[in-house]
């Protein structure tokens, strides 16, 4: 395959499926390692075809700010597999681009916002979760004898509900079953994605006739059909409460007063029932996985270090006393801030980020990018770049702190949200979630291995975004 001039470095492939055959022997288990491997040989900035796409890989911190920063670069590739997902249209925030991702994002963050994202006036609700959760695991701690809990999937039900009442003014039992089942169809969304493959433009006929091209690239998105239908009837229910702007006390309220003043008004919105479907769908697949991810990965690095769960233990102590970890104590947290820091760095649930998209050509770090790339971000490589952190694999919160352990230091190569016009749209709630939820469990409970059996392990499991195994710890309540 003839390359463009001034194309970046990288490996040469087949006709029509480009480098794609050989693209795991680099690493056959992890697609994001596969990449940083490449980059070891080629450079930070690596080109390649992926069937007949133009693909570029970036693994330096320069490179990937770079690429955040370049509004050239902020577009998204229109994958096969969004398509599906969003009735063969692009619709969402995720993975639209131009003036309808600009109209559509900032309405979107504008409502949560007020609605509370990020905001102590919804800490209450918050609290009642944290609160629920803990309860949860007591009882299931005091119903073994040896005090054994399986804390698979248990940080899923209290994430959601919270970001839930912010869309739909609603929250679930955590046992009600049919909430389990959306849940669990998110993730086998999430888990069965190729971070990488799943971006190959595959025509629509091929992807719907052929089983082996669905399962190469990773396409479950059959499965997001109940998650719509249950996303549709709350709509219609709201339809019919018809709650003016003035009432309207949720996100949904005030989508669809925008929806019925724009149809009066505009002939071509974009605000249809459909693309909020969509937005719903990415909000709720976005914030469920990522969330309730790094809850997870935080609570297993928190099981293998012991003595690091011990010393973050004191200080929530001496900060709190008796009392539950609340958002005002978080700026005296400094030992807990940086140990949750830490946990993201060591184990990003966003290694690919989200991939970007040349809407038009463009230079990076000095090489010509063709309008129509796609554009991997290894987000995994910028936080674990030895060339920048000291044993990068070592879980060290002291990393993120000044010399007498007093404030929390604020890295320029520590963007788990990314930067730029991009930038996770959660990052806000979910930074309150993360915080919330693991300094309470930790405030009440140690957490210790199960004597006999191997440590939970850190092994990420792939898919768009990667996910935590499900785990089990002793639990202990502290006085
Ligand atoms: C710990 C949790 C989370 C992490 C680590 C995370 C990380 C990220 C990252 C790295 C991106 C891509 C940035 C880019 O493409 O350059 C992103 C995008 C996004 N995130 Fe998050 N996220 C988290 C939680 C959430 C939550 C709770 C929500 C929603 C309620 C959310 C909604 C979104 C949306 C809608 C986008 C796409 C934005 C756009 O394309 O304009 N995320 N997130």
Not at 117 to 136: A, C, N, R
Not at 173 to 181: A, L, N, S, T, Y
Not at 216 to 238: A, L, N, R, W
Not at 356 to 363: D, G, I, N
Request: one cysteine or more; glycine letters at 6%.
């Amino acid at each position: 395959v003839k390359r463009p001039h001034n194309f970046p470095p990288g490996p040469r492939g087949l006709p029509l499926v480009g480098y794609l055959p050989f693209l795991s022997s680099w690493d056959p288990q992890y697609p994001h390692r596969a990449l940083q491997k490449m980059s070891k040989v080629y450079g930070p900035v690596t080109g390649f075809y992926l069937g007949t796409s133009t693909m570029i890989s970036v693994c330096s911190h320069e490179a990937v700010k770079e690429v955040m920063l370049n509004e050239n670069l902020n577009g998204r590739p229109h994958s096969s597999i969004t398509l599906a997902r969003n009735f063969g249209e692009n619709l969402g925030i995720m993975f639209i681009m131009g003036q309808f991702w600009q109209e559509q994002r900032r309405f979107t963050m504008r409502h949560l916002r007020d609605l509370g994202f990020g905001k102590t006036s919804i800490e209450d609700q918050m609290m009642g979760e944290v609160g629920d959760l803990i309860k949860d695991i007591e009882n299931k701690s005091q119903s073994d004898k040896d005090r054994v809990v399986d804390l698979k999937g248990i940080f899923q039900v209290s994430v959601v509900n919270i970001l839930w009442a912010i869309i739909a003014g609603e929250r679930f039992r955590r046992d009600d079953p049919k909430f389990q089942e959306l849940l669990t169809a998110n993730e086998q969304v999430f888990r069965a994605g190729d971070p990488v493959r799943g971006n190959i433009p595959v025509p629509a006929f091929i992807l719907k006739h052929s089983r082996l091209v669905r399962e190469f690239i990773g396409v479950k998105s059959e499965m997001t059909e109940p998650i719509k239908k249950f996303i549709q009837s709350t709509i219609d229910d709201h339809q019919l409460s018809n709650r003016s702007v003035d009432e309207a006390r949720d996100f949904i309220d005030f989508y669809l007063n925008e929806m019925k003043k724009q149809k009066a008004e505009n002939p071509y919105t974009t605000f249809t029932n459909n693309q909020l479907v969509a937005t719903i769908t990415d909000l709720f697949g976005a914030g469920a996985e990522s969330t309730s991810g790094s809850i997870g990965f935080a609570m297993i690095h928190l099981i293998r270090n012991q003595e690091v769960q011990r010393k973050m233990q004191a200080e929530l102590d001496q900060v709190c006393g008796e009392y539950v970890p609340t958002l005002n104590h978080r700026s005296s947290l400094p030992y807990t801030e940086a140990v949750l820091m830490e946990a993201q760095r060591c184990s990003t649930i966003a290694p690919f980020v989200v991939p970007h998209f040349a809407v038009k050509e463009t230079k990076l770090q000095g090489y010509t990018i063709p309008k129509g790339s796609i554009v991997m971000l290894n987000l995994d490589a910028v936080l674990m770049d030895d060339e920048y952190w000291k044993e990068p694999e070592v879980f060290r919160p002291e990393r993120h702190l000044n010399e007498d352990g007093t404030k929390v230091i604020k890295s320029d190569h520590f963007y788990p949200f990314g930067i730029g016009k991009r930038m996770c749209l959660g990052d806000s709630l979910a930074k309150n979630t993360y915080f919330l939820f693991t300094a309470a469990l930790i405030k009440k409970f140690r957490f210790e291995p199960v004597q006999n059996e191997p440590l939970p392990t850190l092994d990420p499991i792939n898919g768009f975004t990667v996910g935590y195994s499900g785990f089990k710890a002793v639990v202990v309540p502290r006085s």
